[in-house]
């Protein structure tokens, strides 16, 4: 019953330290999502996958760097972590365009 | 471009207590609306939708209907519990793709 699996759960990096989150779907969907959470702003899309193969910018999407590495598998890198980008981070996924989300359980990163 | 307005809280309700959130929006086209429940140290949730007009939305004891001459969605329910306590997000969207805009979230917080 894994649904959405992102990993680590917590990290604390250094500023100009790189890194990559990691998410895994086990639900066979097409499209997956990073968002970053940051307090009275709600979610804001980073990047997106609309199918294995394919990746697109969202709202927030400089600083970072995705991988769609097959249809399961979807990580987010940082390559030179900034305190502004403090934050929880959110893998999510869904069935096709246009269906519900299921999202993971976050990764807490801090950037000191 | 689209958005989600929702109250801000936290809202603070004793149990038993009439639970509503109001939320707003501004969209072109037609959405499809959402709430989704974040539970602490949890991923978000989806707990209801509606995609067209009039629909109404139920699940757990909650209910939102898609207003849209009002362009609301407002999520209620009759007796809440201490379980209920979360941050509830309002979201949209309106792109065939499936792209999610939140509101900034409304925390509940039930006490028995």
């Known amino acids: 019953n894994a649904g959405v699996t992102q990993t680590p759960k917590f990290q604390v990096l250094k500023t100009g330290q790189s890194m990559t989150l990691q998410c895994a779907q086990d639900?066979?969907?097409?499209?997956m999502y990073w968002y970053r959470q940051d307090p009275g702003m709600g979610l804001r899309l980073i990047y997106y996958?609309?199918?294995?193969?394919?990746?697109d910018k969202g709202e927030v999407p400089n600083g970072y760097n995705v991988s769609r590495l097959n249809k399961r598998e979807f990580s987010l890198r940082l390559e030179s972590a900034a305190p502004s980008q403090t934050s929880v981070y959110f893998c999510?996924?869904?069935?096709?365009?246009?269906?519900?989300?299921?999202f993971g359980d976050g990764t807490r990163l801090s950037i000191l | 471009g689209d958005s989600v307005t929702q109250m801000e809280g936290p809202v603070t309700l004793s149990e038993e207590a009439f639970l509503t959130i109001n939320c707003t929006y501004t969209a072109t086209g037609y959405p499809s609306l959402f709430w989704y429940v974040q539970y602490p140290g949890e991923g978000l949730q989806l707990l209801l939708k509606?995609?067209?007009?009039?629909d109404k939305g139920s699940n757990k004891g909650f209910e939102a209907t898609y207003r849209k001459e009002t362009t609301s969605f407002h999520l209620e329910k009759g007796s809440v519990q201490v379980s209920d306590s979360a941050v509830y997000f309002c979201a949209l969207t309106t792109d065939s793709w499936g792209k999610l805009q939140f509101g900034a979230g409304t925390q509940v917080v039930v006490t028995p």
């Open positions: 996958s609309a199918s294995e193969g394919t990746t």
């Open positions: 999510a996924s869904s069935v096709s365009l246009g269906q519900p989300q299921h």
């Open positions: 639900m066979n969907h097409n499209s």
């Open positions: 509606a995609t067209k007009a009039d």
